[in-house]
């Protein structure tokens, strides 16, 4: 009896120690849960205190890549992935050269990078045998399974995913057919040897042929050939010039606009951003919103996701952009619902719109003239379709106050502001009416919202942030050996503080010491400057505040005084006697933010609008100050970017 009492006391036990671990394992697999449901939410953020890198490839410099960059860039900082903070992009293209893209990738795999970022499906073809080591995202492409992604979106390879964008070919065709009645020939060249143009090409083909319309086709295996193709197209007794998005063509675009404007041939794309570079009209891909959505994919590989279990995307985000010069040229007629539908929507109201300066500045001008100029670019005329109430503060806060009282007692269809000064009075102050900012340097800072896509509900905008590590690289290359430069900044000015720290660290990183003094009114401007001159600065690169840049001029003569170059960040100040500026362009924030104000216009909610960085930024130089200083500015600057 005791014997068979010992062995269920043994059982007992067992069962008790097999409870506490089951509990005990339960409680772990719960906190296991929820360490996953984390994972998953980090798996899109950047993780606070890490250091990511890119390594990014591409075929070679072209507006349409440079335009799925910049969102790519946006989106990711966003997420809280910032180049040059918590960032760093090593970048190499294969310079228009198909036989370039497998070492410049085989090269990368050799880089101390967490993945490989690769554009244009050539550049997906050459990644899949050379980048072994590293997994690869990939964007900026038609056709990434027929490039050997994979058999098909969910079955691809193990070690890639990414974005794929396929253009609207027959979209392409109707719109040709409809804007040239009676269009029997359509032309195009493309390199044979790229598999998405083979595609692209092919499916129009058929299509034209269904319809009776023939397809004239010329092809070339380099850049330095599109030239003669194109001459020898247009001759061909085509209707219209048609160019999908050839990696090759591309590299050789103004030689292609220029055969056809010789020929009035009318030049119809799949990449709207050569529009405005010559072409008459394009039905194509919104690169910059291909941009956005990639970044997602890009953060989930950075924070150690597998592509493998990511699936392969075809997006696409449809437009139809027209260049009206171009088309009178042509005396051909643009149907009305292709000349922005939104513009035209808003034709025939009578919108109130007020516009809040803080100081008058070269900045505010610019943004002011910009704002103006899309407005009537747009269709609207000031008096008929709009009126606009500007109001300045003259950089006196009582009068911002007072501004600010004034504009929040009435009802306006869009508040437009200059400035982070004026924009954080009125975002307080204004509820009942939409607003859209720019010159804001840091909108997050400015206590705008949380991020890019996350803030203020009646609020959107532009931020201005300066190039600061692109100033640290012009001033080291023009004068070598530098190990001093100086900068002004204002205290009670949160975009100044924001630009005077993130120079602070760009000098930092480029082994230069910076030198910032604080001023408060345009009379300490001038004693601050003396200061700094007086601490052996080597150069000024001065930031562009509203203080700042009202007083360029107080700050340039102490620098000319004292034989130290000046450097702006406005490029306004170059005519005025800087050597150089890397600047941006205030003149396109103006523009950028009637764009968000269209959005907001034509209906779209406010806080669905997320904030912009300013789509140009510019380079000038003055060769004549640079020559007074003994300074020689590099080739590489001496054109804006």
Sequence with gaps: MRRIKNVLNGFLALFIIAAILLVSDLSNRNKQSSRDKNAVFAGVRAVEGRQYRIGLTYFGPELAFDNLARGLWDELRTLGYVRDSNLTVIAQHAGGEMANLQPIHLNM?????????????????????????????????????????????????????????????????????????????????????EINSQLVVKQAREYLKDNNIQLVENTIINSSEVYQAISALCIRNVDAVWITGDNTAMQAFHGIAKVCRENNMPLIMNDTEFVEMGALAAVGISWYDVGKRTASYVARVLNGESPANIPIENYVKEQITINPEIAASLNIKIPEKYLNPADAALKGQSFRFCLAHYVDSPNSEDAEHGIRDELKKSGLIEGRDFTLKVFNAQGDISTLNSITEAISAEKWDLVFVTSTPSTQAIARKVTNSPIVFTMVGDPIKAGLGKSFTDHQSNITGVSTMSDFKGMVSLVKESMPGIQIIGTIYTPGEVNSVAYKEALEKAAEQGGLKLIAVPANSATEVVDAARSIANRKIQAFTQISDNLTASSGSSIMKVAYDNRIPYFAFIGKQVKDGAVAAIASDYYYAGVDAVMLAKQVLSGVPVKDIPFMNVSKSVVDVNREAARYFGITIPDKYQKNK
Excluded at 149 to 178: C, Q, W
């Design 109 to 193: 795999d050799n880089q101390d990078v967490d993945l490989v970022l690769v554009t244009s499906t050539p550049g997906i073809t050459a990644s899949i045998p050379t980048v072994k080591r590293h997994p690869i995202v990939f964007s900026f492409t038609f056709t990434p399974l027929e490039a050997g992604a994979g058999k098909s979106y969910t079955d691809h390879l193990p070690n890639m995913t990414g974005v794929g964008s396929f253009p609207p070919v027959e979209k392409t065709m109707d719109f040709i057919r409809e804007i040239i009645p009676g269009v029997k020939r359509i032309g195009t060249l493309y390199n044979s040897s």
